[in-house]
């Protein structure tokens, strides 16, 4: 990541304090001992490669050198800590709308179907293309800090993904034919992220939960969701207010705040 470039494409009087290194662990854990230690609202932290890259329940995510985006912006939102889902909803839907925006722009082609996995993965034609890591730090019911770490694929081609990965991940170069410019493409979402982070907290997060459901991918299919201590199973109905999911479940209707979800097609698991 070339800082200076990055600097000169967002221009002068941006809100962001950027800390841009060659190579990190995770940008998540630079950024919370940044927090920790009171660095303002909207600093950034972004690596060229990061060496121990954390995706959600302890996975490992994949960063190499040069071939996505892979940062943490640090927030200190006036918000209540309940509107903390609706956060992390918006921002997979900003993210989506973003590589959108930029397959429309470089493809006369078909548009690829983007879709949302509740609550944050963004896919392309159903494989992996961006995710989402949200940590926060709440103290009596104020929300002290929130990192926001994002991963994008952008350049990989489908061999340099690890061969676990090669089936079920994309990159924007792979929907685009083309590569991307890394420092360009961060500088333009952070000014779409700033813009329509701000905009919900005003309205307070109105409007976001229907725009959010019409890409949610799995809703109407049975799903099973894998909770702290047991799994639990039916069709997901959609997003309830808070952000939380609905399912229809032998039980009745259960809404549940967090977990890990996959499809169930004819018994199996998709
Ligand atoms: C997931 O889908 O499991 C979440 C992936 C989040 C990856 C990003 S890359 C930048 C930031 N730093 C990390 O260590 N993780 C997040």
New binding site residues.
Partial sequence: MDNERLQILLKENHPFHIYSYAKAG????EAERKARSGCPDWSVVVAGE?T??????R?R?E?PAGQGL???VVLRPAVAPERINLLNLLTALIVSNFLEEKIAQSSTGKMPAVNLKWP??ILIDGR?IA???LQSKITSQTVEYLIV???ININQKQEDFPPELRNTATSLRMVTGKSWNLEELLAQFLVNYYRDVNRAIASDFEGIVPIYERKLIHRGKHVQVKLPAHVIEGEMLGIDEKGYLLLETAEGKRQITAGDLWEIKNGVMK
Avoid: M, P, V
């Fill in positions: 995770s940008t998540n854990t990061q121990a890259g954390k995706g959600r329940y996975r995510w960063s892979w940062f943490s944050n993965d992996k995710g989402i890591l770490g994002i991963g």
